[in-house]
């Protein structure tokens, strides 16, 4: 305990300021959950001393650090998308502030999955629970790129099976468990993403090997969980996934994410000229893609495929792993921890994604429509109407949206997918966001509203969601809500960014590249995107709600250019640090939120 005090002397009238730095420095990390207690520094002090010079630099560079602070905080919320949207968006980075996030003594990137009051809840920057979050990908995309850097260098095995957690030291004995699909087939995802968003080819060409051996690994012989052994671009084996066990026979979720990654491991490959690559990796995509589309909805959402009675959907398993009859429930003869046909909040987690980062549709455009509209309809209720006998992270009068709900003519397994009644904001999020995607734009801000009414200061801290502890890393699944809303495409491997805002009338919000971030404004005939940090190499800007382009303006300058509907706004030479305006006549808003 201690007090600290300053003093100012004011006349009558006179107003002063007292600065006051909290700085810290503990130069040591330990691993303090391994017996043999292995210890490193932490990255600050290849440039820090002690909290001294900590304090020194905050003081010295103050001016600067808060002008840049208060211009991102200005431009997250100076904005026309609903405001706990914004809300969302902005108060969950407090995550990467937290102790759930540390960089190692070169810098690496290196993350638990939350924070509990005394430890790190789950170690290892987990795959498949970071795969949810943009905060990285936008914000600091050094970093993530260092999380695929860090895990295919260090847990990946060579027949390609990925271990979804990064052990510390780095280059110590991998995590053995058993690779999960969502996190090792989400990974390719966000390799394409990190991809795109930075334009680095060089960066491309370096991993694409691991990344493509990672892919397959799908149908390779080694597979010990048989995921598409057929290469039919459906996930049909033994599947580990987020919510902690395994699925057994296909579903939307997780083939979702390897549809995905076959969409975007097939653009990468014709884009590296391995014409074969790309066509093979085509073929399954669509292969899949119909599959899901003709089996796994069931007229109202997509499921599970799986006859939950039949013991002999473990045997293929049994040699490998006779333990794997634990799945076995000799009392409800029954396969355990399974969903069959309930509606499951992630069944088109995958195109959440692939709409993101412009991989585009990997289900039919109308039954996703249905399966969005039927993860509100079922799955977002009030918690008066819920039994749960797991975590509470809703209760009373509260809404959420749980993991997983059966249609009352639909069959639920005796003991069904782990975390069924459970509301967790990461997976609520890309739920809200899918809903938007896909026209349902009220219906996606209830839901983030009625998140935000839970944590609202009051009844829980607004800054800091919860799952399995604290400042929980999914929960920055948040941070793409303006890009949704906005519509933005990116491709600075072409130079070409671009938005199609959801929203009708003015629109204003963020927009963020490797290299550069700032606002987007839409008015009713002029579009502004203004560079407000890094500078924005454009070649193309594409404005689908544009019918013609009269002028372009290239931070002060008028530059020539070339306008069509379907390609975009086409720029002579364009690298804006200021910003790029666009007068242009508007189309009617084809979007219906009220």
């Not at 943009?134 to 860090?150: G, K, S």
């Not at 799908?218 to 902690?244: C, F, M, Y």
Request: glycine content about 8%.
């Amino acid at each position: 305990m201690a007090t600290l005090a300053a003093h100012v002397t004011l006349e009558p009238g006179e107003a002063g300021e007292i600065r006051f730095v909290a700085a810290w420095y503990y130069p040591n990390f330990v691993k303090y959950w391994d017996d043999a207690k292995p210890m490193w520094k932490h990255e600050y002090c290849r440039r820090f001393s002690s909290a001294a010079e900590v304090a020194g630099y905050c003081y010295g560079k103050y001016d600067g650090l808060y002008s840049k602070s208060k211009a991102f905080q200005d431009a997250m919320f100076d904005t026309t998308i609903p405001e706990l949207c914004a809300e969302a968006a902005a108060f969950n980075l407090e995550v990467l502030k937290s102790p759930t996030c540390l960089r190692l003594e070169n810098g690496e990137f290196w993350a638990f999955e939350g924070t509990r009051a005394r430890d790190g809840s789950c170690e290892g920057t987990c795959d498949h629970v970071w795969g949810y979050q943009y905060a990285l990908a936008f914000l600091f995309p050094r970093l993530a790129r260092q999380i695929l850097e860090t895990s295919y260098d260090h847990s990946m095995k060579d027949s390609g099976e990925m271990m979804f957690r990064t052990m510390l030291p780095l280059g110590s004995k991998k995590w053995d468990f058993r690779a999960c699909v969502d996190g090792q087939m989400g990974s390719v995802i966000r390799f394409y993403r990190e991809w795109k968003l930075s334009g680095d080819d060089e960066w491309l060409r370096r991993y694409w090997p691991k990344v493509k051996k990672s892919l397959e690994y799908a149908w390779s012989s080694e597979n010990r969980d048989l995921w598409d052994p057929g290469k039919t671009g459906v996930i049909t084996g033994r599947q580990h996934h987020t919510l902690d066990v395994e699925l057994f026979g296909p579903c939307s979720w997780l083939t979702g994410y390897y549809l995905a990654a076959l969409k975007a491991a097939s653009e990468i490959a014709a884009y590296l000229g391995e014409t074969d690559k790309a066509d093979e990796y085509a073929c399954m995509f669509e292969s899949g893609s119909k599959y899901a589309d003709r089996e796994l909805f069931n007229g109202r959402h997509y499921i599970q495929k799986i006859d939950v009675k039949d013991r002999s959907m473990l045997d293929p398993y049994s040699e490998k792993d006779p333990d794997v009859y634990r799945y076995w429930n000799d009392e409800k003869q029954e396969i355990k921890y399974q969903f069959a046909e309930g509606c499951e909040i992630d069944q088109l987690i995958g195109q959440w994604h692939a709409s993101l980062v412009g991989l585009g549709g990997i289900f039919d455009a109308g039954q996703r429509k249905q399966a969005a509209k039927a993860i509100y309809d079922i799955n977002f209720k009030s918690m008066r109407d819920v039994a749960n006998p797991c975590r509470v992270f809703a209760l009373n009068d509260e809404k959420g949206a749980v993991i997983c709900e059966w249609a009352k003519d639909k069959y639920r397994p005796q003991i069904p997918i782990p975390y069924t009644e459970e509301c967790m904001t990461g997976f609520e999020y890309a739920a809200a966001q899918l809903m938007m995607q896909e026209g349902m734009i009220d219906e996606g801000v209830e839901l983030v509203e009625a998140i935000r009414d839970r944590y609202d200061g009051v009844k829980r801290n607004p800054y800091a969601e919860i799952e399995c502890g604290s400042s929980y890393a999914r929960s920055m699944a948040s941070f793409s809500i303006p890009a949704v809303l906005s519509g933005f495409m990116f491709d600075m491997s072409a130079g070409m960014i671009g938005f199609m805002p959801r929203l009708c009338g003015r629109f204003k919000s963020v927009w963020f590249v490797a290299d550069a971030w700032g606002t987007f404004e839409k008015t009713e005939s002029v579009t502004e995107i203004k560079v407000l940090g890094g500078s924005l190499k454009v070649n193309t800007v594409k404005l689908p709600y544009l019918d013609g382009v009269s002028a372009v303006i290239c931070d002060g300058k008028e530059i020539p250019f070339r306008f069509d509907k379907d390609t975009g706004c086409v720029l002579a030479d364009c690298t804006a640090t200021q910003s790029v305006r666009i007068a242009g006549e508007h189309r009617v808003c084809p979007q219906t939120h009220t």
